[in-house]
């Protein structure tokens, strides 16, 4: 072997140690070798509370105090049932993807461990999973699920082919959906409050006019109108030719009235004569009962 094969086969092995010592190194560690010393990505392990970062992804906002605390005795008492979700930072070292609730509500309890599923996972993955486990929570409401939606499909590249395929719903429903963010705040506070449903906010976004909207949210909310009455009031207001149109009604000659009144006269009963523009009409002769019908009858025969 020449000497400047020998030369590049120590360069080979030189690299080889210098990567695997990089691997194997606990401030480099990401997808390999220890976590606190036992545990690998993949793994499920208890961790410590305080090793756990918070996820700077985190789609929800806004945590309710009175829940934390009933799920924090929860735990007090039956334990975390359902490991929370973190990626591998490096040695020693994790992030939040799934399930802060459950780690706001372990500290409260005084926890100083949780056990916690772990993965490695870039930041747009960490994102994308964050929303989506964010997106199947019971509790979210209609506006939170829209900005899921819609972050997914911005910040994840994600269609609404893709989004639908992600999530286990309809495009259908996802577009429903995303239409939400199209109404103006107010209406998107009042959504998110509970103040109307999202059968409201739907009958809303046929109107295309903020104004008109905010004037039809301040009656559903002092009339509190269903959402049937809302969509009525959507259609009087795209349509007020709708609203004023009339039946047509077709003039009938007085002879007619007169003969009407002589036959009401003589049969004891309502006669009414209706007549079309074209000449046609009908005699209608009314009866409230079995025996006034044969009554009629038995006089129009006998003449």
Same mark, same amino acid.
């Given at each position: 072997?020449?000497?400047?094969?020998?030369?590049?086969?120590?360069?080979?092995? !030189?690299? &080889?140690?210098? %990567?695997?010592?990089?691997?194997?190194?606990?401030?480099?560690?990401?997808?390999?070798?220890?976590?606190?010393?036992?545990?690998v990505? !993949?793994?499920?392990?208890?961790?410590?509370?305080e090793?756990?970062?918070?996820?700077?992804?985190?789609?929800?906002?806004?945590?309710?105090?009175?829940?934390?605390?009933?799920?924090a005795?929860?735990?007090?008492? #039956? !334990?975390?049932?359902?490991?929370?979700?973190?990626?591998?930072?490096?040695?020693?070292?994790?992030?939040?993807?799934?399930?802060?609730?459950?780690?706001?509500?372990?500290?409260?309890?005084?926890?100083?461990?949780?056990?916690?599923?772990?993965?490695?996972?870039?930041?747009?993955?960490?994102?994308?999973?964050?929303?989506?486990?964010?997106?199947?929570?019971?509790?979210?409401?209609?506006?939170?699920?829209?900005?899921?939606?819609?972050?997914?499909?911005?910040?994840?590249?994600?269609?609404?082919?893709?989004?639908?395929?992600?999530?286990?719903?309809?495009?259908?429903?996802?577009?429903?959906?995303?239409?939400?963010?199209? %109404?103006?705040?107010?209406?998107?506070?009042?959504?998110?409050?509970?103040?109307?449903?999202? &059968?409201?906010?739907?009958?809303?976004?046929?109107?295309?006019?903020?104004?008109?909207? %905010?004037?039809? %949210?301040?009656?559903?909310?002092?009339?509190?109108?269903n *959402?049937?009455?809302?969509?009525? *009031?959507v259609?009087?207001?795209?349509?007020?030719?709708?609203? #004023?149109?009339?039946?047509?009604?077709?003039?009938?000659?007085?002879?007619? =009235?007169?003969?009407? =009144?002589?036959?009401?006269?003589?049969?004891?009963?309502?006669?009414?004569?209706?007549?079309?523009?074209? !000449?046609k009409?009908?005699?209608?002769?009314?009866?409230?009962?079995?025996?006034?019908?044969?009554?009629?009858?038995?006089?129009?025969?006998?003449?």
């Open positions: 072997m020449s000497q400047e094969q020998n030369i590049s086969k120590a360069k080979r092995r !030189g690299l &080889g140690r210098g %990567l695997e010592a990089i691997l194997q190194s606990p401030d480099t560690d990401i997808t390999s070798g220890d976590i606190s010393g036992n545990y990505a !993949g793994a499920t392990a208890e961790i410590e509370l090793k756990i970062e918070a996820n700077p992804f985190q789609p929800r906002a806004d945590f309710d105090d009175m829940a934390l605390r009933e799920l005795a929860s735990i007090k008492t #039956q !334990g975390i049932i359902q490991p929370v979700t973190v990626r591998k930072l490096g040695f020693d070292k994790y992030q939040l993807i799934s399930g802060e609730r459950r780690l706001r509500a372990s500290k409260i309890a005084g926890l100083t461990t949780i056990p916690v599923f772990i993965r490695v996972a870039n930041d747009e993955q960490m994102l994308e999973m964050a929303l989506i486990e964010n997106i199947h929570r019971e509790n979210l409401n209609a506006i939170e699920i829209a900005i899921s939606y819609q972050r997914l499909i911005d910040e994840c590249n994600l269609t609404q082919e893709s989004l639908s395929e992600q999530v286990g719903k309809s495009r259908t429903t996802i577009t429903n959906f995303l239409r939400l963010l199209k %109404l103006p705040p107010e209406v998107q506070i009042a959504l998110r409050d509970g103040h109307i449903t999202m &059968g409201h906010a739907r009958a809303l976004i046929n109107f295309d006019n903020d104004e008109q909207q %905010l004037l039809i %949210l301040q009656r559903i909310i002092e009339e509190e109108l *959402v049937r009455q809302v969509e009525a *009031v259609r009087n207001i795209n349509n007020p030719e709708q609203k #004023q149109k009339k039946p047509k009604t077709n003039f009938v000659p007085a002879v007619y =009235k007169q003969h009407s =009144k002589e036959l009401s006269e003589k049969f004891l009963t309502k006669v009414d004569v209706r007549r079309a523009s074209n !000449g009409g009908a005699l209608v002769i009314n009866f409230d009962n079995d025996a006034e019908f044969e009554r009629i009858v038995a006089s129009l025969i006998s003449k």
